[in-house]
């Protein structure tokens, strides 16, 4: 009959900052941008820095300690919220595999701000067509898809066939664990 689409990719293990910022650093290297920060922050500082119930957001920053003043880039990420820790021992507990699923969505999300920043030198805070259409391909290759809200933001998150990720708890493999 039908075989389930399979994908190509199995989720990394991003339950930590350097979890993360190897992650991040893997897409940069594979499209082609410059290596970008990560850092994990309270929900009061992204709120403080970009506006309420945002989870995370990518910005540029002057960076003082070089000669030549230029800008550090940085993905600041909720840490409670998206459910990464600061601490390389300490992950945060993950109680729902659709938690997971949401936390891989969130940092691709990111990183494609990055990506349209650097390649097309434009703000894609409206989340327009080519966003939604690159979002949805770099989901897909991790078996992740969605439907938008109406805020343009990706929520309903299911598997190919269109199951939910459900309430079980995510697995070892679900969670990134001996991927690598």
Do not use: L
């Amino acid at each position: 009959m039908f075989s389930q689409k399979k994908s190509s990719k199995k989720w990394p293990k991003v339950d930590t900052c350097g979890e993360v910022q190897q992650f991040i650093d893997e897409m940069c290297q594979e499209y082609h941008v410059p290596s970008i920060k990560v850092i994990i922050k309270s929900a009061y500082w992204i709120e403080c820095f970009a506006t309420k119930r945002v989870m995370a957001c990518a910005f540029w920053w002057p960076n003082d300690e070089e000669e030549d003043a230029g800008f550090t880039r940085y993905i600041a990420f909720d840490g409670h919220k998206c459910r990464i820790s600061v601490k390389e021992r300490n992950p945060v507990k993950i109680h729902h595999r659709f938690q997971t699923a949401e936390t891989v969505h969130i940092i691709i999300h990111e990183f494609i701000h990055h990506y349209f920043h650097h390649h097309e030198g434009i703000s894609t805070s409206n989340h327009g067509r080519n966003f939604r259409q690159m979002e949805k391909k770099m989901n897909a290759d991790y078996g992740i898809y969605f439907f938008y809200g109406g805020n343009n933001y990706a929520m309903w998150f299911h598997s190919f066939w269109g199951f939910p990720f459900g309430k079980k708890r995510p697995n070892a493999a679900d969670r990134g664990c001996g991927v690598r």
